[in-house]
T-cell receptor, first 111, second 114 residues
Framework: QKEVEQDPGPLSVPEGAIVSLNCTYS??????FMWYRQYSRKGPELLMY????GNKEDGRFTAQVDKSSKYISLFIRDSQPSDSATYLC???????????FGAGTILRVKS | NAGVTQTPKFRILKIGQSMTLQCTQD?????MYWYRQDPGMGLKLIYY???????DKGEVPNGYNVSRSTTEDFPLRLELAAPSQTSVYFC?????????????FGEGSRLTVL
C-alpha cells in the first residue's frame, strides 16, 4: 500500500464547476499537509498549506484535513480554464521537510 | 531573483554514459532537494541537503550521487545511465526548519536514456 494515495484522473469539468480533489494516507504521524499545483512542463508550486486538522480558505480554494479519516481534500470553486493543471498533495510528519507526494491528479477545465 | 535554476532542460543519454544535472538557487536557502517524477508516480526524493557539506539519501538514491560545496549549488550526478533513469528531474530548495517548509522548484530537466 502506498503511503499516500491520489487518483491520477484525468478529471474533466466544465468552466464554473466546483472541483473536489482528494488524497488518503496511511501514516498517522503526518501533520503538515500541502497542495501543489503543476502546470504542464513546469515545476510544482505551493497552492495551500494546512497544519493538522481543519479547513483553510484562500480565494476560490479551500483545503480540508480530516486526520481521523486520514483524508485531505482541495475544493476549487468557480473553476476556470487557467486552473487546468496537475494537483499534487504532499504531507510530512516533520516541519515541512521530507514531504511524501501523491501521484497527482490531472484537472482539465473546459471553457 | 531567478529562484531555482536547472540545466540542462533536456538531455538524451546512451546506456552507460554519465552526466551531471546542475541546480543553483539564489534565495540563500539552506535546504536543497532532488526529486524525480515519473508518470502516475508522483515525486520521489533522490537526495537532499540541509546545508553546505551535508547530504543524505532520500527514497530512491541508487544510481545517483550528489555534492554540496556551496549554499547555492546542488548538482546531481548520474553514473552509468540506465533506461530506468529516464524521468523528469526536479531540484527544489527551502529555508528549512522554522518556516512553512514551502519547497521552491526549478522547471525540471527531462532525461531520456536509450
Amino acid at each position: 500500500q502506498k503511503e499516500v494515495e491520489q487518483d491520477p484522473g484525468p478529471l474533466s469539468v466544465p468552466e464554473g464547476a466546483i472541483v473536489s480533489l482528494n488524497c488518503t494516507y496511511s501514516n498517522s504521524a503526518f501533520q503538515y499537509f500541502m497542495w501543489y499545483r503543476q502546470y504542464s512542463r513546469k515545476g510544482p508550486e505551493l497552492l495551500m498549506y494546512t497544519y493538522s486538522s481543519g479547513n483553510k480558505e484562500d480565494g476560490r480554494f479551500t483545503a480540508q484535513v480530516d486526520k481521523s479519516s486520514k483524508y485531505i481534500s482541495l475544493f476549487i470553486r468557480d473553476s476556470q480554464p487557467s486552473d487546468s493543471a496537475t494537483y499534487l498533495c504532499a504531507m510530512s510528519a516533520e516541519y515541512g521537510n521530507k514531504l511524501v507526494f501523491g501521484a497527482g491528479t490531472i484537472l482539465r477545465v473546459k471553457s | 531573483n531567478a529562484g531555482v535554476t536547472q540545466t540542462p532542460k533536456f538531455r538524451i543519454l546512451k546506456i552507460g554514459q554519465s552526466m551531471t544535472l546542475q541546480c543553483t538557487q539564489d534565495m540563500n536557502h539552506n535546504y536543497m532537494y532532488w526529486y524525480r517524477q515519473d508518470p502516475g508516480m508522483g515525486l520521489k526524493l533522490i537526495y537532499y541537503s540541509v546545508g553546505a557539506g551535508i547530504t543524505d539519501k532520500g527514497e530512491v538514491p541508487n544510481g545517483y550521487n550528489v555534492s554540496r560545496s556551496t549554499t547555492e549549488d546542488f548538482p546531481l550526478r548520474l553514473e552509468l545511465a540506465a533506461p530506468s533513469q529516464t524521468s523528469v528531474y526536479f531540484c527544489a530548495s527551502s529555508y528549512g526548519q522554522g518556516d512553512t517548509g514551502e519547497l521552491f522548484f526549478g522547471e525540471g530537466s527531462r532525461l531520456t536514456v536509450l
